[in-house]
Nanobody, 125 residues
Framework: QVQLVESGGGLVQAGGSLRLSCAAS????????MGWFRQAQGKEREFVAA????????YYADSVKGRFTISRDNAQNTVFLQMNSLKPEDTAVYYC??????????????????WGKGTLVTVSS
């Protein structure tokens, strides 16, 4: 069992930055690829970024490529999402996810093994 707790969301002006964190419980954090997803009001949940078990490979949605960076610290059981140059359309609840099937699976699926409860990011214009 893995429990995921996101933090770092909030209100920011367009062009600003936020750093989201996702703390994972359990001793097998490095057995899971990790991902960030988001869901805007009235829209389906969508993939944002994924990272491989040891952080060697990263994947991004086209809409965030060049602005967002995913990273992980396996010693701290934490995955991060650095978000720069934020836009109003980035406003959403951001969810952390963990799955042992790899970052490629995370990138193209939504039935993750574990989900966090989400953190709200609001970008004002």
């Amino acid at each position: 069992q893995v429990q995921l707790v996101e933090s770092g969301g909030g209100l920011v002006q367009a062009g600003g930055s936020l750093r989201l964190s996702c703390a994972a419980s359990g001793r097998t954090f490095n057995s899971y690829a990790m991902g960030w997803f988001r869901q805007a009001q009235g829209k389906e949940r969508e993939f944002v970024a994924a990272i491989s078990w040891r952080g060697g490979s990263t994947y991004y949605a086209d809409s965030v490529k060049g602005r967002f960076t995913i990273s992980r610290d396996n010693a701290q059981n934490t995955v991060f999402l650095q978000m720069n140059s934020l836009k109003p359309e980035d406003t959403a609840v951001y969810y952390c996810a963990a799955d042992p099937r790899g970052p490629g699976f995370v990138q193209y699926n939504t039935d993750m093994a574990y989900w966090g409860k989400g953190t709200l990011v609001t970008v004002s214009s």
